[in-house]
T-cell receptor
Framework: SQTIHQWPATLVQPVGSPLSLECTVEGTSNPNLYWYRQAAGRGLQLLFYSVGIGQISSEVPQNLSASRPQDRQFILSSKKLLLSDSGFYLC???????????FGPGTRLTVL | AQTVTQSQPEMSVQEAETVTLSCTYDTSESDYYLFWYKQPPSRQMILVIRQEAYKQQNATENRFSVNFQKAAKSFSLKISDSQLGDAAMYFCAYNQGGSEKLVFGKGTKLTVNP
């Protein structure tokens, strides 16, 4: 069975600092991978998705970027964090051709 | 663009009773999938149930079942014999066949009273 990990679980960063969140998936190959953000009390916003190594699609223009250096690794980055980047970040995977997405445990990011 | 609407920001139910959460969606497509996800206080999104639009039979998973009304574009979730562990945010989501994107509703907060 597939397992999805996210690291770190919690992060507090100052404004202007860089960011790197990692997502890894076990038990599958060539999954579709996704990054979502959930602001407090709100629904999920799709940020990026990837259908393969080096293939990234951006849904929302912002100061975040994503990379997929390996088949089962998806990284969310920023060079300079903003206060508005605070939120709960969820990684998800889906195994084509299924349309079902399964989520990781999430990372709570607070930018001060 | 497809939209998903959950008209009940909050719902409550007594333990062991049944509750129904509402969801409507807007699409002109015929091939799509619908989902209910549960988000407990830990905030991990957990898949509850999945429905393919081409299937007329309503999906069921143990105490969870859906009432899928394709013509009305309605997809409600029924939780039977509610348990304290069912307390969570519940999100309805839509996925167009062949698309990588999930469209989420704003969620319904379910409280289970002992």
């Amino acid at each position: 069975s597939q397992t999805i990990h996210q690291w770190p679980a919690t992060l507090v960063q100052p404004v202007g600092s860089p960011l790197s969140l990692e997502c890894t998936v076990e038990g599958t190959s060539n999954p579709n991978l996704y990054w979502y953000r959930q602001a407090a009390g709100r629904g999920l916003q799709l940020l990026f998705y990837s259908v393969g190594i080096g293939q990234i699609s951006s849904e929302v223009p912002q100061n975040l970027s994503a990379s997929r250096p390996q088949d089962r690794q998806f990284i969310l980055s920023s060079k300079k964090l903003l206060l508005s980047d605070s939120g709960f970040y969820l990684c998800a995977h889906a195994e084509p051709p299924t349309d079902t997405q399964y989520f990781g445990p999430g990372t709570r990011l607070t930018v001060l | 663009a497809q939209t998903v609407t959950q008209s009940q920001p909050e719902m409550s139910v007594q333990e062991a009773e049944t509750v129904t959460l509402s969801c409507t969606y807007d699409t002109s497509e015929s091939d799509y999938y619908l989902f209910w996800y549960k988000q407990p206080p830990s905030r991990q999104m957990i898949l509850v149930i999945r429905q393919e639009a081409y299937k007329q039979q309503n999906a069921t998973e143990n105490r969870f079942s859906v009432n899928f009304q394709k013509a009305a574009k309605s997809f409600s979730l029924k939780i039977s014999d509610s348990q304290l562990g069912d307390a969570a945010m519940y999100f309805c989501a839509y996925n167009q066949g062949g698309s990588e994107k999930l469209v989420f509703g704003k969620g319904t907060k379910l409280t289970v009273n002992p």
